[in-house]
C-alpha cells in the first residue's frame, strides 16, 4: 500500500498508540480527584503540559490541550471575538483558509462582526501591504493559516506579525496544524497570540490537539464547566489522549530536525517524474511546504483517478478532507484564479517522513497507466 494523503490524516506511530494505551490502563484517575491516584494523574498531566511547552519553546501557562485543529481554530477566533468586541468588531483573515476558521468567521458575521476575506495570488500567498491596508482601529484579530492544506503555499507570518505586533487592540492567530513537523515556525517573542496544532496530522491520534495562548492574551471561554486548563477549556482533561500527543509532538520534532531535505526530495522527485505527464498543470508553486504538491490533469475527473488508484492500493485526495464530499471545484484553486477546469481537476499529494522514493517512483508509474487506460476508455 502506498498512503500519500498524510495532510487529511497520518498513521499514529507505534509509540504514540503505547504511550496511549499505558496511560489509560495505568493513570485512569481523574486529575481533578484529591486522592493519590488523581493526583499521579494530575502530575503526568503537568508534565505533558511542561514537555509540550519546551518543545514549543514557550511557557507551560502558555498550552491548552484541544480536541484538534477545529476545536483550537473556533477557541481562538471567538474566544476572541467575543471577548474583546468592545474594543471592535473587525476580523481579518484569508479566501483559502481551513473551513474551521472560514464557519468560524462566518458565524461571527451572524452576530453584527466584520470580516474582512483578503485574496491570494496566483501562487496562493496573500498581499501583506493589501492586509496593512485592511488593517482598521476596530481591528481585533488578524487569523492566517501558516501552511495552506489544499496547495502548500507558506504565508508570511513573520512579516505579518511585524506589522501586528505593536497593535494594542489586534490579536495575530496562526492555524499552524499542517506547517508543525513540517515547516518551522517560531513562537516565542514572535507576535503570534494564538497558535493552534493538531495531533492526527503528525502521527498522534485523532481528537488530539492543542492550542497556544500567548500569557496576558484573555479568551472568552467556550466551555464552562470546572475550570480546568485554567478556565479556558473545563471538563476532564484526556490525560491518556495528552501525553499521546506529546510524544507525536516529540518524535516529529526529531525527524524534522534529522530529515531536514527529506521531504522536499520526494516532492521534487515527484515533480520532475510527473513533468512529461501530457497536460500536466502544477498547482503547488516550487519552495512552498515541502510535504505537498497539487496538480491537475484537466479532462480527467479526479474522483475516477482516485478510485483507479485506489484499485492499485494507492492513496491520494483532491482537496481538504473537511470539504472532499462538497461537489465540483476546490474552492482554494478557485481563489488562486485558477480556471474552472483546473479547480475542478485538482489532485493533492501529501507525504510524510514514512514515504519513500520508490513509492513516489511507482506512484507516478501507476499514474501514467491510469490516465492511459482512460484515455483509451474516452477514446
Do not use: W
Not at 484541544?66 to 483550537?72: F, N, V
Not at 472568552?220 to 484526556?238: C, H, K, V
Request: charged content about 20%; some cysteine; proline content about 3%.
Amino acid at each position: 500500500m502506498i498512503y500519500f494523503d498524510n495532510s487529511a490524516t497520518t498513521r499514529p506511530y507505534a509509540n504514540v498508540l503505547q504511550s496511549f494505551q499505558e496511560v489509560s490502563q495505568r493513570y485512569y484517575g481523574n486529575p481533578s480527584s484529591i486522592h493519590r491516584f488523581g493526583f499521579e494523574a494530575e502530575k503526568l498531566l503537568r508534565k505533558a503540559h511542561e514537555q509540550a511547552a519546551s518543545i514549543l519553546n514557550v511557557e507551560a501557562s502558555e498550552v491548552v490541550f484541544t480536541s484538534g485543529g477545529t476545536e483550537g481554530n473556533n477557541m481562538a477566533i471567538k474566544g476572541i471575538a467575543l471577548a474583546h468586541q468592545n474594543k471592535g468588531k473587525h476580523i481579518i483573515t484569508t479566501t483559502i483558509e481551513h473551513p474551521s476558521v472560514l464557519e468560524a468567521c462566518k458565524s461571527l458575521e451572524e452576530i453584527g462582526f466584520d470580516v474582512t476575506y483578503l485574496p491570494v495570488d496566483k501562487t496562493g500567498i496573500v498581499n501583506v501591504d493589501e492586509l496593512e491596508a485592511a488593517l482598521r482601529d476596530d481591528t481585533i484579530l488578524v487569523s492566517v493559516m501558516h501552511v495552506n492544506n489544499e496547495v502548500g503555499s507558506i504565508q508570511p507570518i513573520e512579516k505579518i506579525a511585524k506589522l501586528i505586533k505593536h497593535r494594542k487592540k489586534t490579536f495575530f492567530h496562526v492555524d499552524h496544524v499542517q506547517g508543525f513537523g513540517k515547516v518551522p515556525l517560531t513562537l516565542i517573542d514572535s507576535g503570534i497570540d494564538l497558535c493552534t496544532i493538531s495531533g492526527h496530522k503528525i502521527h498522534g491520534l485523532k481528537g488530539t490537539g492543542l492550542l497556544y495562548i500567548r500569557n496576558s492574551v484573555h479568551l472568552f471561554s467556550l466551555f464552562d464547566g470546572g475550570a480546568q486548563q485554567n478556565n479556558y477549556r473545563s471538563g476532564t482533561e484526556n490525560v491518556a489522549g495528552i501525553v499521546s500527543l506529546v510524544k507525536a509532538m516529540r518524535i516529529i520534532n526529531e525527524k524534522q530536525k534529522n530529515n531536514k531535505n527529506y521531504l522536499n526530495e520526494l516532492n521534487k522527485l515527484m515533480r520532475k517524474s510527473l513533468n512529461d505527464l501530457p497536460h500536466i498543470h502544477f498547482n503547488t508553486i516550487e519552495n512552498q511546504a515541502p510535504h505537498i504538491l497539487n496538480f491537475s490533469i484537466p479532462g480527467y475527473k479526479p474522483e475516477v483517478i482516485i478510485h483507479a488508484l485506489g484499485e492499485r492500493d494507492i492513496f491520494i485526495s483532491t482537496k481538504s478532507a473537511c470539504s472532499s464530499k462538497k461537489p465540483d471545484e476546490s474552492a482554494v484553486l478557485r481563489a488562486m484564479d485558477m480556471s474552472t477546469e483546473i479547480a475542478k481537476s485538482g489532485l493533492r499529494v501529501s507525504f510524510s517522513y514514512e514515504n519513500t522514493h520508490e513509492e513516489v517512483e511507482l506512484f507516478c508509474r501507476s499514474l501514467r497507466k491510469v490516465t492511459k487506460q482512460l484515455s483509451l476508455v474516452m477514446g
